[in-house]
């Protein structure tokens, strides 16, 4: 059974930094890309972040390019988005994803995680 658990969502002033983990099981780690996407509400789900399996390759959405980090560690089947310099319009559920390809839309990823909420106060 597949499971991806985030963590690491909270309240968090403008200016500041969090960290999310998101562990994975069930799903051959060292295989896939993983991803962050989020969603603020009343919007559509978007890209964030995207890691190969081999964190060869690392990409960005423009609007937290230079911001976030991405980073993964096969030994612990697990991969973080360091999150720094929040903006309130960060604020969203911010959803883990694995799937074969590292790509930028929701139809590359076969797998996702329940999503952990990240609030950012102006």
């Known amino acids: 059974q597949v499971q991806l658990v985030e963590s690491g969502g909270g309240l968090v002033q403008a200016g500041g930094s969090l960290r999310l983990s998101c562990a994975a099981s069930g799903v051959p780690f060292r295989r896939y890309a993983m991803g962050w996407f989020r969603q603020a509400p009343g919007k559509e789900r978007q890209f964030v972040s995207t890691?190969?399996?081999?964190?060869?390759?690392?990409y960005y959405a423009d609007s937290v390019n230079g911001r976030f980090t991405i980073s993964r560690d096969n030994a612990e089947n697990t991969v973080y988005l360091q999150m720094n310099s929040l903006k309130p319009e960060d604020t969203a559920v911010y959803y883990c994803?694995?799937?074969?390809?590292?790509?930028?839309?929701?139809?590359?990823?076969?797998?996702w995680g329940q999503g952990t909420q990240v609030t950012v106060s102006s």
């Open positions: 890691i190969t399996w081999n964190s060869g390759g690392t």
């Open positions: 994803t694995a799937g074969p390809r590292p790509g930028s839309t929701q139809s590359d990823y076969a797998y």
